[in-house]
């Protein structure tokens, strides 16, 4: 059974930085074809993908967020980190943690977390 | 442009057949994947690649594509089906943007 559970603060200070684990379970992050990407969705606003790592360490950011991503992952533990800086208000969301799936000229989100809400406030 | 468009909002008569669109660039050279949210709830994947469904997926939900358009049908709306919709795309820089999401209505 492929699960995903986010974990992190709940509430962050404008300027500080975000971290977020996604661990899963199911499934091996070193296994060939194998990814897990980070999407968040303001309060009433469309989802919005953040980044994603594939088993090969390969890894992508959305080009508007990109200066202020990072994501890696511990295959050991079966984790994976993002961490955003300079959070703002407007990064007030819930952020998703989902598994890649890959198919002939698509890849797509099979398996997703609950989400975590995260409000930057002071 | 990696950007997908969606129409903000679709409606349907319960048991009649819907289309929601997705267009954008990338489109023309990958398929899109469908995701439906109901609210409080993550997305779920309803239709991916060509023609897609995962397990557990009414048959009734179908997917199509041409040109720099995706297309989600549903045959025969249920009730159960009133969401929030969104389609998603990767494109030539590994970016995996979403459409801006379509609410289905079903009268």
């Known amino acids: 059974q492929v699960t995903l559970k986010e974990s992190g603060p709940v509430l962050v200070k404008p300027t500080e930085t975000l971290t977020l684990t996604c661990t899963v379970s199911?499934?091996?992050?070193?296994?060939?074809?194998?990814?897990v990407s980070w999407i968040r969705q303001p309060p009433g606003k469309a989802l919005e993908w953040l980044a994603h790592?594939?088993?090969?360490?390969?890894?992508s950011y959305s080009t508007s967020l990109k200066s202020r991503l990072t994501i890696s992952k511990d295959t050991s533990k079966s984790q994976v980190v993002l961490t955003m800086t300079n959070m703002d208000p407007v990064d007030t969301a819930t952020y998703y943690c989902a598994r890649i799936g890959f198919g002939a000229a698509t890849n797509y989100f099979d398996y997703w977390g609950q989400g975590t809400l995260v409000t930057v406030s002071s | 442009s990696s950007e997908l468009t969606q129409d903000p909002a679709v409606s349907v008569a319960l048991g009649q057949t819907v289309r929601i669109t997705c267009q954008g660039d990338?489109?023309?050279?990958?398929?899109a994947s469908w995701y439906q949210q109901k609210p409080g709830q993550a997305p779920v994947l309803v239709i991916y690649g060509k023609n897609n469904r995962p397990s557990g997926i009414p048959d009734r939900f179908s997917g199509s594509s041409s040109g720099n358009t995706a297309s989600l049908t549903i045959t025969g709306a249920q009730a159960e089906d009133e969401a929030d919709y969104y389609c998603n795309s990767r494109d030539s820089s590994g970016n995996h943007p979403f459409g801006g999401g379509t609410k289905l209505t079903v009268l």
């Open positions: 790592i594939f088993s090969n360490d390969e890894k």
């Open positions: 990338s489109l023309r050279s990958y398929y």
């Open positions: 199911g499934f091996s992050l070193s296994n060939a074809r194998m990814g």
